[in-house]
Protein backbone atom coordinates (compact mmCIF):
# COMPACT_ATOMS: atom_id res chain seq x y z
CA UNK A 1 0.00 0.00 0.00
CA UNK A 2 1.26 3.43 -0.74
CA UNK A 3 -0.60 6.94 0.24
CA UNK A 4 0.54 9.52 -1.80
CA UNK A 5 0.25 13.33 -0.56
CA UNK A 6 0.83 16.59 -3.13
CA UNK A 7 1.84 19.83 -2.36
CA UNK A 8 3.25 22.89 -3.88
CA UNK A 9 0.69 24.14 -6.05
CA UNK A 10 -1.09 27.71 -6.27
CA UNK A 11 -1.70 30.72 -8.47
CA UNK A 12 1.10 31.89 -10.50
CA UNK A 13 1.16 34.48 -13.73
CA UNK A 14 1.77 33.33 -17.12
CA UNK A 15 5.45 32.61 -17.56
CA UNK A 16 5.97 32.09 -13.83
CA UNK A 17 7.00 28.77 -12.23
CA UNK A 18 6.04 26.24 -9.77
CA UNK A 19 7.38 23.20 -8.25
CA UNK A 20 5.00 20.66 -6.77
CA UNK A 21 6.35 17.75 -4.54
CA UNK A 22 4.69 14.29 -3.91
CA UNK A 23 5.53 12.60 -0.64
CA UNK A 24 5.06 8.79 -0.50
CA UNK A 25 4.45 6.94 2.20
CA UNK A 26 5.94 3.00 3.00
CA UNK A 27 8.92 1.39 2.00
CA UNK A 28 8.30 0.51 -1.42
CA UNK A 29 8.46 3.83 -2.93
CA UNK A 30 11.48 2.92 -5.51
CA UNK A 31 9.81 0.34 -6.69
CA UNK A 32 7.32 1.91 -8.62
CA UNK A 33 7.53 4.07 -11.39
CA UNK A 34 6.15 7.89 -10.55
CA UNK A 35 3.83 9.57 -12.65
CA UNK A 36 1.95 13.32 -12.77
CA UNK A 37 -1.28 13.60 -14.50
CA UNK A 38 -3.67 16.51 -14.56
CA UNK A 39 -6.84 17.49 -15.06
CA UNK A 40 -8.86 20.41 -15.95
CA UNK A 41 -12.28 21.58 -15.65
CA UNK A 42 -14.92 19.59 -17.67
CA UNK A 43 -11.88 17.38 -19.16
CA UNK A 44 -10.36 13.77 -18.67
CA UNK A 45 -7.52 13.15 -16.47
CA UNK A 46 -4.34 13.33 -18.98
CA UNK A 47 -0.83 12.32 -18.70
CA UNK A 48 1.84 14.85 -18.24
CA UNK A 49 4.91 12.93 -16.98
CA UNK A 50 6.53 9.75 -15.69
CA UNK A 51 9.87 8.88 -14.04
CA UNK A 52 11.40 5.15 -14.05
CA UNK A 53 11.67 3.87 -10.79
CA UNK A 54 15.36 4.53 -10.71
CA UNK A 55 14.93 7.85 -12.28
CA UNK A 56 17.31 7.04 -15.04
CA UNK A 57 14.76 7.10 -17.68
CA UNK A 58 11.74 10.55 -17.86
CA UNK A 59 8.73 10.72 -20.29
CA UNK A 60 6.89 14.18 -21.15
CA UNK A 61 3.78 14.40 -23.13
CA UNK A 62 4.21 17.15 -26.12
CA UNK A 63 2.58 19.60 -24.00
CA UNK A 64 4.91 20.00 -21.40
CA UNK A 65 8.35 19.18 -22.92
CA UNK A 66 11.05 21.14 -22.46
CA UNK A 67 9.09 23.10 -19.51
CA UNK A 68 8.85 20.78 -16.85
CA UNK A 69 10.83 18.44 -15.33
CA UNK A 70 10.05 15.38 -13.50
CA UNK A 71 13.13 14.25 -10.44
CA UNK A 72 12.79 11.80 -7.94
CA UNK A 73 14.69 10.93 -4.47
CA UNK A 74 14.60 7.76 -3.13
CA UNK A 75 16.11 7.97 0.41
CA UNK A 76 13.61 10.76 0.61
CA UNK A 77 10.06 8.95 -1.00
CA UNK A 78 9.88 12.44 -2.96
CA UNK A 79 8.91 12.92 -6.58
CA UNK A 80 9.13 16.40 -7.78
CA UNK A 81 7.57 18.33 -10.77
CA UNK A 82 9.68 21.21 -11.96
CA UNK A 83 6.79 23.73 -13.91
CA UNK A 84 8.47 26.77 -15.94
CA UNK A 85 6.77 29.08 -18.41
CA UNK A 86 3.62 28.40 -17.63
CA UNK A 87 0.79 29.03 -19.46
CA UNK A 88 -2.86 29.52 -18.93
CA UNK A 89 -3.63 26.28 -20.41
CA UNK A 90 -1.44 24.49 -17.73
CA UNK A 91 -4.47 25.34 -15.03
CA UNK A 92 -5.50 21.85 -13.57
CA UNK A 93 -5.78 20.08 -10.56
CA UNK A 94 -2.09 17.85 -11.03
CA UNK A 95 -2.01 14.19 -9.35
CA UNK A 96 0.97 12.53 -8.20
CA UNK A 97 0.45 8.54 -9.16
CA UNK A 98 2.74 5.33 -8.47
CA UNK A 99 2.40 2.31 -10.76
CA UNK A 100 4.62 -0.95 -11.14
CA UNK A 101 3.81 -1.39 -14.39
CA UNK A 102 6.29 -0.09 -16.82
CA UNK A 103 3.44 -0.45 -19.94
CA UNK A 104 1.12 1.74 -21.49
CA UNK A 105 2.79 4.56 -18.91
CA UNK A 106 0.51 7.29 -20.12
CA UNK A 107 -2.79 5.36 -19.56
CA UNK A 108 -4.52 6.60 -16.42
CA UNK A 109 -5.38 2.68 -15.76
CA UNK A 110 -1.67 1.58 -15.46
CA UNK A 111 -1.30 3.67 -12.17
CA UNK A 112 -2.26 1.75 -8.29
CA UNK A 113 -2.51 4.86 -6.56
CA UNK A 114 -3.24 8.48 -6.48
CA UNK A 115 -2.70 11.23 -4.72
CA UNK A 116 -5.62 13.77 -3.78
CA UNK A 117 -4.37 16.45 -5.89
CA UNK A 118 -2.85 19.98 -6.07
CA UNK A 119 -4.53 22.91 -7.47
CA UNK A 120 -2.20 25.03 -10.18
CA UNK A 121 -3.84 28.53 -11.61
CA UNK A 122 -1.72 30.25 -14.15
CA UNK A 123 -3.58 33.74 -14.89
CA UNK A 124 -3.56 35.32 -18.23
Known amino acids: QVQLVESGGGLVQAGGSLRLSCEAS????????MGWFRQAPGKEREFVTR????????YYADSVKGRFTISRDNAKNLVYLQMNSLKPGDTAVYYC?????????????????WGQGTQVTVSS
Open 51 to 58: ISRSGANT
Open 26 to 33: GRTFSTYG
Open 97 to 113: AAGSSGLRITSVTTYDY
